[in-house]
C-alpha cells in the first residue's frame, strides 16, 4: 500500500472546527483513503473512508483533493471526546487476499483545548 | 449488533512464561479476524490474521502464534514470553469484502518482567 504523511500533532478549541491533513502522494488509482482514530487506552475506531468524491458522516467529512494526492479529515466542531490520534491509511483494493491488512502510521495527535 | 470481546484488560506476566490471550466476536458469521501489538509510542502492527477456522497468516516473525478453533475465537500465545513482547495487543474483526471497516477490541496491555 501506498505510503501516506500527517503532521505529528494537532491542536484546536472545543467547538471550532478541525481540519486533520494527510498527504499521500503516490496513491494509485485502486487506492481507498481510510481514518481511524483512538481514544487514549483504546483501539483504533473507524472514522470514515473514500476513494474520489468527498463524503460525509455523522462522524466528520472527509475531502479529497483532486489529483488525490491529498485529503483532509474534517471535525466540525470538535469536543473534548474527540482527542485522540487520527490515521490516514491507504487500502489498494486490487490487492486483494482475503483479508483486509491495515499499515497503521504514526498518526496525528489531536488535543483539544477547552 | 456485533461486539468484540477481549480479555483479559490488562496482564502481568514473567519472562519465560506462557500467554494465552483469547477474542471472540458475537453477532456476525465467518469474520476476518486480526491480532495487532502496539509497542509503547509506536504504531499498530499488524501480527496475524485469518479468513476462517484453521486459516491463519503470519505478517511478521515472532515470538508468538495464533489459532482459530471456533468460527468467531480467535487466540493469541506464546510458549516463552520475551521482554520484546510488552505492549498493547488488539484483536479486530471485518466482514470479508474489500472496504468494510475493520472493528477493534479494547486490547490488552501485556506487561513483561
Known amino acids: 500500500d501506498a505510503k501516506t504523511t500527517q503532521p505529528n500533532s494537532m491542536e484546536s478549541n472545543e467547538e471550532e472546527p478541525v481540519h486533520l491533513p494527510c498527504n499521500h502522494s503516490?496513491?494509485?488509482?485502486?487506492?481507498?483513503i481510510h481514518w481511524y482514530r483512538q481514544l487514549p487506552s483504546q483501539g483504533p475506531e473507524y472514522v470514515i473512508h473514500?476513494?474520489?468524491s468527498n463524503v460525509n458522516n455523522r462522524m466528520a467529512s472527509l475531502a479529497i483533493a483532486e489529483d488525490r494526492k491529498s485529503s483532509t479529515l474534517i471535525l466540525h466542531r470538535a469536543t473534548l471526546r474527540d482527542a485522540a490520534v487520527y490515521y490516514c491509511?491507504?487500502?489498494?483494493?486490487?490487492?486483494?487476499?482475503?483479508?483486509?491488512?491495515?499499515?497503521f502510521g504514526q498518526g496525528t495527535r489531536l488535543t483539544i483545548n477547552p | 449488533s456485533q461486539t468484540i470481546h477481549q480479555w483479559p484488560a490488562t496482564l502481568v506476566q514473567p519472562v519465560g512464561s506462557p500467554l494465552s490471550l483469547e477474542c471472540t466476536v458475537e453477532g456476525t458469521s465467518n469474520p476476518n479476524l486480526y491480532w495487532y501489538r502496539q509497542a509503547a509510542g509506536r504504531g499498530l502492527q499488524l501480527l496475524f490474521y485469518?479468513?476462517?477456522?484453521?486459516?491463519i497468516s503470519s505478517e511478521v516473525p515472532q515470538n508468538l502464534s495464533a489459532s482459530r478453533p471456533q468460527d468467531r475465537q480467535f487466540i493469541l500465545s506464546s510458549k516463552k514470553l520475551l521482554l520484546s513482547d510488552s505492549g498493547f495487543y488488539l484483536c479486530?474483526?471485518?466482514?470479508?469484502?474489500?472496504?468494510?471497516?475493520?472493528?477493534f477490541g479494547d486490547g490488552t496491555r501485556l506487561s513483561i518482567l
Open positions: 491509511i491507504l487500502r489498494d483494493v486490487s490487492v486483494w487476499q482475503g483479508a483486509q491488512k491495515l499499515v
Open positions: 485469518s479468513v476462517g477456522i484453521g486459516q
Open positions: 473514500g476513494l474520489t
Open positions: 479486530a474483526w471485518s466482514v470479508g469484502s474489500q472496504n468494510q471497516p475493520q472493528h
Open positions: 503516490t496513491i494509485s488509482g485502486t487506492d481507498y
